[in-house]
């Protein structure tokens, strides 16, 4: 903005003019006092302002002049001209004893700032974590953060507690209770660890308590998975009867198609691509926030257009509200156990299935097969690879769908994949 000097005895009539004139002019207008050095009022379109400014006596290593600092001292509404001058001294004063007003100033607000922060019960900083930091929920991710950090704060009682109050106690606390489901634990500690150095960044607390906690009392991690279905398991669970004509229809899609359960369960009518046989999914949409297209074949198809009730937005509708996301995932697992005989059925496992069958029956690579499983392309390619290749391979992806779905209809028969 542009700005006009002006020096003179600064007085309530002297600042009525000029209020006015900068109103008329539009620009900024700066009055030096004549009689008080330093001071100046500072008139803009919507505030005015007294300041002070000095440079502190002496010289920096080096040779060089204290910078020249600038304090602001308060409005002509509350402070007249008479105390703007006496609060100038006052400072003049405080430099000649070689104090630094301007840094006190800082510290000060620094430290009613802090005071301000931990009069902030845990709960009142979780909201505004998830405001500023985890974008209100957008994601799956960010979802699942809040969702462990809350539950951590009501495992310790912590809810509305002071974040300054969390030690090292608490977090050792937090891993022991999860002893007997390490992922949990894990889930639960990483989750709060990540909170509070939301709080570290912002002042709150001095240091993470999480970092003084042993390794030794960390949860470990799970031991990973190792199930997998056989054929003769598959069509078990492609023939499951009394299951809901949403929930077989859902399961046949996830065997003919390696999606994350989430991913299928919110597919949109919109996201399917009928003429190209392939379903669209958009970065927030994923896991690894990537975009990812899924080539579809016959037998995927024919399951997905199996019902022409298609009323809901949802190509799956499974909650019993209308539009809205499944949450009943213990629910549907245990329907599908009981329907099929499969009782070692985890619906996650049907990813697996289709990775390791594809690598035992067909000569595809394993690459192309775990490119389809859309894990983080620079966690599956090492080395300088994962800067440069990019390639999505999207016709090769075909092929090895094309060859899965093959495999299916040999297994499960043909004759079986549409609902009756």
């Known amino acids: 903005m542009p700005s006009k000097n002006l020096t003179c005895k600064i007085d309530q009539r002297s600042i009525d003019k000029y209020v006015k004139e900068q109103r008329l002019i539009g620009d900024r207008l700066t009055l030096s006092d004549e009689t008080c050095g330093g001071l100046k009022l500072v008139i803009n379109s919507k505030s005015c302002s007294w300041t002070y400014s000095y440079r502190k006596r002496g010289y920096l290593d080096g040779g060089k002049r204290h910078p020249q600092r600038t304090m602001k001292l308060g409005d002509p509404v509350s402070m007249s001209p008479a105390e703007a001058r006496l609060a100038a001294e006052t400072i003049k004063s405080q430099v000649r004893a070689g104090d630094d007003p301007a840094l006190a100033s800082r510290a000060q607000d620094r430290e009613r700032r802090r005071e301000e922060a931990r009069k902030r019960t845990c709960a009142r900083w979780l909201e505004l974590y998830r405001t500023e930091q985890m974008q209100s929920g957008a994601t799956k991710y960010y979802r699942d953060e809040l969702r462990n950090v809350e539950f951590a704060l009501h495992e310790l009682s912590m809810v509305e507690g002071y974040p300054e109050e969390i030690t090292a106690r608490h977090i050792r606390e937090l891993a022991d209770m999860h002893q007997e489901h390490p992922a949990t634990g894990r889930h639960r500690l990483g989750a709060m660890s990540?909170?509070?150095?939301?709080?570290?960044?912002?002042?709150?607390?001095?240091?993470?308590?999480?970092?003084?906690?042993?390794?030794?009392?960390?949860?470990?991690?799970?031991?990973?998975?190792?199930?997998?279905?056989?054929?003769?398991?598959?069509?078990?669970?492609?023939?499951?009867?009394?299951?809901?004509?949403?929930?077989?229809?859902?399961?046949?899609?996830?065997?003919?198609?390696?999606?994350?359960?989430?991913?299928?369960?919110?597919?949109?009518?919109?996201?399917?691509?009928?003429?190209?046989?392939?379903?669209?999914?958009?970065?927030?949409?994923?896991?690894?926030?990537?975009?990812?297209?899924?080539?579809?074949?016959?037998?995927?198809?024919?399951?997905?257009?199996?019902?022409?009730?298609?009323?809901?937005?949802?190509?799956?509708?499974?909650?019993?509200?209308?539009?809205?996301?499944?949450?009943?995932?213990?629910?549907?697992?245990?329907?599908?156990?009981?329907?099929?005989?499969?009782?070692?059925?985890?619906?996650?496992?049907?990813?697996?299935?289709?990775?390791?069958?594809?690598?035992?029956?067909?000569?595809?690579?394993?690459?192309?097969?775990?490119?389809?499983?859309?894990?983080?392309?620079?966690?599956?390619?090492?080395?300088?690879?994962?800067?440069?290749?990019?390639?999505?391979?999207?016709?090769?992806?075909?092929?090895?769908?094309?060859?899965?779905?093959?495999?299916?209809?040999?297994?499960?028969?043909?004759?079986?994949?549409?609902?009756?």
């Not at 009392?217 to 398991?233: I, L, M």
């Not at 599908?336 to 059925?345: I, Q």
């Open 194 to 420: 990540r909170f509070l150095d939301f709080l570290l960044d912002e002042e709150v607390i001095a240091a993470n308590p999480v970092a003084s906690v042993s390794k030794r009392r960390k949860p470990k991690p799970p031991p990973p998975r190792e199930n997998y279905f056989t054929p003769e398991q598959l069509l078990a669970l492609w023939n499951a009867e009394g299951l809901k004509p949403t929930y077989q229809r859902y399961l046949r899609f996830m065997i003919t198609s390696p999606l994350r359960a989430g991913e299928a369960a919110n597919l949109t009518w919109d996201q399917v691509d009928r003429d190209r046989s392939e379903v669209r999914l958009s970065a927030e949409d994923t896991k690894n926030s990537e975009h990812f297209v899924m080539p579809l074949s016959s037998i995927a198809t024919r399951v997905i257009w199996a019902t022409e009730q298609v009323q809901s937005e949802l190509v799956f509708p499974l909650s019993s509200v209308d539009n809205a996301q499944m949450s009943s995932w213990s629910y549907f697992n245990k329907c599908v156990r009981k329907a099929s005989g499969v009782e070692s059925f985890i619906l996650h496992d049907l990813r697996r299935t289709f990775s390791t069958l594809m690598a035992e029956h067909t000569d595809v690579s394993e690459s192309l097969i775990d490119s389809l499983l859309n894990h983080k392309q620079s966690a599956t390619r090492g080395g300088v690879m994962r800067h440069y290749q990019k390639s999505q391979n999207l016709e090769k992806r075909r092929d090895v769908m094309a060859k899965w779905g093959k495999l299916l209809e040999a297994w499960v028969g043909s004759s079986r994949v549409a609902d009756e």
